[in-house]
Each structure stands twice: as C-alpha cells, then as structure tokens.
C-alpha cells in the first residue's frame, strides 16, 4: 500500500503541484459529468514511457478511490465501479459517504483522524451498491502528501470480503450455506451439489419459481469459487429496454451512437475475472441471444461502435423462473444458446415442496427481524403457525420472509397471533383458490367463475375478496396484484387499507 501510495503521490503530479491544479480545475464539459476529467492523465517515470493513470488503476484488483482535502471523490478504479455501481463520472466531486454509503458514516467516520503524518486507517464495514446490495468490505485509508509533505488529498482501498464471511448462527451452522437455510432433503442436495459445480468454469443455469432463492445460489457459487476474490456483477436481464440493455452489457466506444461521448466498459468487462449473474435470461431479446451466444463460444466481447474485441475471463450464471424449453418451442429463445447455458442446470425446488423447512425458516426470520426492529418477539402462537404451515406460499421463501418481516412489524407483544399476519393469508381458504400449488399470475382481473362465487353478497365484501384472491395469485406482491384487477398501485393501497386488509 505504501508503495501505491508513493506512485499515486507522483502520479497525480504532487512533486511539481502543476498536474493536481489541472485536476481541480476542469472544463465546462467535466463539470456537466459528461467526462471524467483524468482520463487523461498519466504516470511518467515510472516506467520507460508513459502510462495512463485509470488504466495503472484498473489493473489493480480491489477497489482504489482517491479523495481530494474535503474528502470529495477524485478518481475511482474499474474494481471499485463494479463493486459500488458508480461510474467514474458519476462518482467525480460527491463526498465519499455519497459513493460508499457504508455503515461506519452512521456512526461517525472512522477515517477522521487520518492526516497529515498519520498511518492508514483499516476498518471492517458493509457498503451499500447501486444495486442497494449490502456488500461487507475492509477500509483502508491513508493520507496523500506533497513533497513538501503538505496533505492533498486521501487514497482508499475497499476490498469485498464476502468470501471470507462465516455464517454467526453456530447453532445450525450444518443447515446454512451462505444465505441460505434448510435441511430438506431437496435443499440438502444444492447445498453438496455447489462446491463441486464452484470448482469449474462452465456456464450455470439456475432455474425455479420466483422467489425460491436463485440470486443466492448464483452468489454462494461465486463464492465458493476460485473467482471468489473477483467482482460478482448481477445484471437483471429484463429490467431494461434492449437498446440500453445491449451497452449495459457488452459496453460501447465513445461515438457509438448519440450521448455515447465516452467510452464505457459494460458488464461483461467490469466482471472480469469474477462471474457475470444474468437473471431473468429468458427476458433476454432475441438480438442479444445471438451476441450472448457469441461471447460463450470464445470469450471475445465486441462493444458497440468497436472493430476490435477483447479478450474477458468471465464465468456466465444465468437464471430463469421460465420455462426455456417452451420459449425454444415458440421460437422465443434460442435453443443454440439454451444448449451453451445448460452446461450445468440447477432447479430450486418450490418452498411447499421443502417439508419442514418452512417452520425453520420462520424461526429464522423472527431471529432475523426480531432484533432488527428492536422487537421482542420470540416466535409464533399455534394457531399463527397453523395458519403458515397451510398456507401455500406462491411466491415462496421471497413471500414467507415479506410475511414474517410484517407480522414482526406489527406485533407488540412476545409471539405472534393470527392478528398479526397479513389478511389474506388468514383468510386463505385453498378451497375458493383454484390451483392453490402454482397459481400463475394473468392478465384477467377475475377468475372463472367469479360471478358464482362473489352472488349474494355486498359489493364491499365481493371487493374485499377480490383483493385477497389477486394478492394470493400475485405472491403478495402488491405491484403484480394491481396489474391483475387493472388498478393503479395507489388505488389498491387505498382499498386495501379500507377494507382492514393493511396495518
């Protein structure tokens, strides 16, 4: 570190003062945030020619970040881009709280006594990512001076430490992977199955209902891989229009197209070294299935406006809710790159299928929530627990844990009642929802039927029941049950809350 430290020192020019005053002084178009104003800055004497600074720092694999006197973000490494979110543009001249948004700022910088003559600073925090992941990392900040040993500026190291986590609960240490929990029979099988697939290269597909912990399968695969120390980037294939999505992934040459006025690494590059985590590959554009397809065959990315490839050490774990062989059979998916990606093929199975770990998972989000909110709550009265254990969890772990987080909301006292949970899981009756194991969301506000179901009673309690019926086909997801009965967002609150279905 003392070493990087010298050559940075030299590098933003701190021996002649000419070079850090350039720095602080960029153009009209740097102080828009259209450019990154050391882009063109370079380290001579270090080695026979000149070398440019971010790519000296891009090389370097953990995260560097260099903060002017008013501890103002100055320049960030590729590293530290694929760990935080933030591009270096994006970045230049927020307060370092503002890029790292790390638990440590809450309770008071830890890096304030770090000045002139003092020694690095190293601390163990967790940072929260664009993405709003909670990502654990060790700090480490030392002061920059000047020849003349004047200090201007800081430079700090943020290094991702989610491999080297253990899990704290000992007690049931044997039914934990990573974020993982259960001692099903099915669960027991991914969780011996991962270390063996973490020893390869080849490309994952991680498949299963929503909410059945995929995101976490992809991670623990990282993790346990010798790419642990490499970024981890998730990319949320159908979270953007296939426009943006294309130099999300692939990156682009500044020129591309218009509002392209730099050049942009793109997913793929920034994961370099580490694992690319495609979810939701089935919502990938065919377009961009064929370039997929291309790069897993020879691991060259071609960015938008580029004639030139490059070379990029990614390992690709994709994952779908979907069903691909149908999309192959409609012609939706390509079934050349369904073959590449189901090298290795894991299926998750659905919660209602785990057996007992749904009462062990309730424990464990007490345990979790519980100290969280600064609530007592120990665990469930039998009949809440009657009521969970039968209900059947359509969206899930994702669902049971949403369920769990609320009852503990709310509840006042030390075990939670039948009150506590939300209504339409108490008013759950598997005999008034047909196909209660997997009941799909569509686009139809009522199901067949309904108008038998809903005769002889007030349209208030027809509403009422409504509600319940789309949230229970939405997972409870409240979004996903006001596209159902064709309300706006704001209008299901709104009825919901009238009709005693909300705290």
Not at 340 to 355: D, F, S, T
């Given at each position: ?321 979907r069903n691909l062989e149908q999309m192959v059979r409609e012609g939706k998916f390509r079934e050349d790159l369904l073959f590449r990606l189901n090298v290795v093929r894991m299926h998750l199975p659905p ?153």
């Amino acid at each position: 570190m003392r070493i990087l430290f010298a050559s940075l020192r030299k590098s933003l020019g701190l021996t002649g003062g000419q070079g850090y005053c350039k720095l602080l002084k960029p153009d009209a178009e740097k102080r828009r945030g259209l450019l990154s104003p050391f882009r063109g800055l370079h380290i001579n004497g270090l080695c026979e020619s000149s070398v440019g600074l971010l790519r000296f720092l891009d090389e370097i694999p953990v995260g560097i970040v260099v903060f002017n006197r008013d501890r103002k973000v100055l320049i960030i490494n590729r590293a530290l881009e694929a760990l935080t979110g933030f591009l270096p543009q994006e970045a230049y001249g927020i307060p370092c709280h503002y890029l790292l948004r790390s638990n440590v700022c809450l309770q008071g910088c830890q890096n304030n006594p770090v000045g002139k003559g003092s020694e690095p600073v190293c601390t163990e925090a967790n940072i929260i990512n664009k993405s709003r992941q909670k990502i654990p990392v060790r700090l480490t900040m030392g002061p920059l001076l000047d020849v003349k040993g004047k200090l201007v500026g800081f430079i700090e190291s943020v290094e991702d430490i989610r491999s080297l986590e253990e899990p704290t609960d000992e007690s049931g240490k044997s039914f934990l992977f990573e974020k993982m929990v259960g001692r099903s029979h099915e669960i027991q099988r991914i969780f011996r199955v991962i270390p063996v697939i973490a020893q390869t290269d080849s490309s994952v597909l991680i498949t299963g209902q929503t909410g059945t912990g995929k995101d976490f399968v992809a991670e623990a695969i990282h993790s346990a891989s010798s790419r642990a120390k490499g970024p981890f980037i998730k990319v949320n294939c159908g979270a953007l229009p296939e426009t943006l999505l294309e130099s999300e992934l692939f990156g682009h040459q500044k020129g591309a197209f218009t509002g392209a006025v730099e050049n942009k690494p793109g997913r793929f590059r920034l994961a370099h070294n580490g694992s690319l985590y495609l979810t939701e590959i089935g919502d990938l554009p065919l377009g961009l299935q064929v370039k997929l397809l291309s790069f897993l065959d020879d691991k060259v990315l071609h960015p938008l406006g580029s004639t030139k490839g490059i070379h990029v050490d990614v390992r690709v774990i994709a994952a779908t809710h979907r069903n691909l062989e149908q999309m192959v059979r409609e012609g939706k998916f390509r079934e050349d790159l369904l073959f590449r990606l189901n090298v290795v093929r894991m299926h998750l199975p659905p919660l209602m299928k785990r057996g007992d770990d749904i009462r062990m998972l309730m424990d464990h989000f007490v345990q979790t929530f519980s100290p969280r909110f600064k609530k007592k709550v120990t665990g469930f009265s039998d009949e809440a627990k009657e009521i969970l254990l039968k209900y059947p969890y359509p969206g899930n772990v994702r669902e049971l844990r949403n369920i769990v987080e609320y009852a503990v909301n709310i509840c006042e006292g030390h075990s939670i009642q039948p009150v506590h949970l939300p209504a339409y899981v108490v008013e759950y009756d598997p005999e008034k929802i047909e196909d209660s194991g997997l009941p799909e969301i569509g686009p139809a506000p009522l199901q067949s039927g309904s108008a038998d179901r809903f005769s002889g009673v007030s349209w208030g309690e027809a509403e009422r029941k409504l509600i319940i019926d789309a949230m229970v086909r939405a997972k409870g997801r409240r979004a996903e049950a006001a596209k159902i009965l064709g309300w706006g967002r704001s209008t299901l609150w709104r009825k919901m809350k009238r009709h005693g279905l909300m705290p």
